[in-house]
């Protein structure tokens, strides 16, 4: 796929936002290891080390380094008694957190010399498979969520279950907030919990919905309190909890499900990635508008052609009922005669084109300064259906894992440093 190409740029918009994305800014092919043994589940990157750490179907769990020959190469490959899904791992105290397929969560010590794993732990967690751990060093609590759609927090001190939250759909990504202890589950009817821990207790704040899809990954920028969430249903939407006013904002540039997401505070920007290995990288400095909410009608809000439900106006105007549509800049329910125009808008996150109604067309044309059409993110093609990955934002390196198990790492300093 090419890079999004800013086919009518607003100069002075375009002048006025430092950071822009071009297409230099792409990252480049490191190296590329062996393809793994199994399906890999979730990978992390060390940043202190020139290495990576791998969870498999196979049940190991396996620390890569880089060798003298530039190639890297197992230190350690443990096996667990069933398949790792997940992995959280907390570099200065060298402490590993994995979460397997029969709902147990290991907690190990990574030796210094990186050749040896210490397991510290077992906490059994839940009833079946675990999709995400997470370890909060500041709480001192480890929290995991699986398919028996609870979410589960243990002392990391003790071990000792502190308690536990049944959500209503299977669990299926998860992030913390560990200033303000809240946790967000994201789950597979694609709504976002947001959940307050309180000691033994935990309570429901909010309920995100706005997915059509089951919720793939989550990222949290904990600085301005902004909630990332990638679907089933091809999107990303950000949720700015600290704004305090509700708002929520589409990235709609995939055009296949999402499979995860990745975010790096310094820059502003959010990785995504989806299942046909396009990878895209927003920039979430710049101002953004949010997508309006869908009218209804039982007729075109332009030509007055009544829809296909709308029987009386069918025959008193002795004409057939038509499909509805929706202008995806200003919401108006319309046929499709009237909203035949399809169009990018970056500021609203559509770096795909989108279909929108003569009216606001007619806007675009006759005063086109008033619409900025530079481009907010960068589309590239990883040539790899994307499982997970891992960004080291202080080295600027991306690590990807795609579905036919090959590892990947980039160079992504330019669009990361
Ligand atoms: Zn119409
Ligand atoms: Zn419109």
Not at 167 to 194: I, M
Not at 286 to 305: F, G, M, V
Request: glycine content about 6%; hydrophobic content about 40%.
């Amino acid at each position: 796929m090419a890079a999004t190409i800013n086919t009518r740029p607003s100069s002075s918009a375009a002048s006025s936002h430092q950071g822009t994305l071009t297409d230099t800014d792409r990252p480049t092919l490191l190296t590329k290891l062996e393809p793994q043994p199994a399906r890999v589940n979730a990978a992390v990157l060390l940043s202190r080390e020139d290495g990576m750490i791998t969870v498999s179907d196979d049940r190991s769990v396996r620390v890569y380094l880089k060798r003298d020959s530039g190639q890297y190469w197992p230190s350690i490959c443990q096996f667990l008694p069933a398949a790792a899904i997940a992995l959280d791992y907390n570099e200065p105290t060298a402490r590993l957190f994995v979460g397997l397929s029969n709902g147990t969560v290991y907690e190990f010590t990574i030796a210094e010399d990186f050749n040896s794993l210490k397991e510290t732990r077992q906490m059994i967690a839940h009833m079946n498979g675990i999709s995400c751990v997470r370890f909060s060093l500041q709480c001192e609590l480890v929290f995991s969520c699986g398919k028996d759609k609870a979410l589960v927090w243990h002392c990391s001190e003790t071990g000792n279950r502190m308690g536990s939250y049944l959500c209503e759909a299977w669990c299926t990504a998860l992030e913390l907030d560990s200033a303000t202890k809240y946790a967000f589950v994201g789950d597979y009817s694609g709504n976002v919990l947001v959940i307050h821990i309180l000691g033994d207790n935990a309570q429901l704040v909010s309920k995100l919905s706005a997915h059509t899809g089951s919720i793939r990954s989550l990222a949290w920028d904990h600085q301005r309190q902004l909630l990332f969430s990638g679907s089933n249903d091809n999107l990303v939407i950000m949720w700015d909890i600290g704004g305090r006013r509700g708002q929520a904002f589409e990235l709609n540039g995939h055009k296949t499900k999402l499979s995860c997401l990745a975010y790096i505070l310094g820059k502003k920007r959010l990785f995504s990635a989806d299942e046909s290995g396009s990878l895209m990288c927003w920039d979430m400095a710049a101002h953004r508008l949010e997508t309006p909410a869908w009218q209804s009608s039982d007729a075109c809000q332009r030509c007055e052609s009544p829809f296909f439900w709308n029987l009386r106006a069918m025959w008193d105007k002795k004409v057939v009922g038509l499909r509805q549509h929706h202008c995806r800049m200003c919401g108006q329910a319309v046929c499709a005669s009237c909203c035949s125009h399809l169009t990018k808008y970056p500021p609203m996150g559509y770096e795909l084109p989108v279909r929108i109604c003569d009216g606001c067309h007619r806007d675009m044309q006759a005063d086109s300064d008033r619409f900025d059409m530079t481009p907010l993110a960068l589309a590239i093609d990883l040539r790899q259906s994307i499982v997970c990955m891992s960004l080291d934002e202080t080295k600027g390196r991306l690590l990807t894992v795609g579905n036919d198990r090959v590892l990947m790492l980039w160079d992504v300093k330019r669009l990361a440093c």
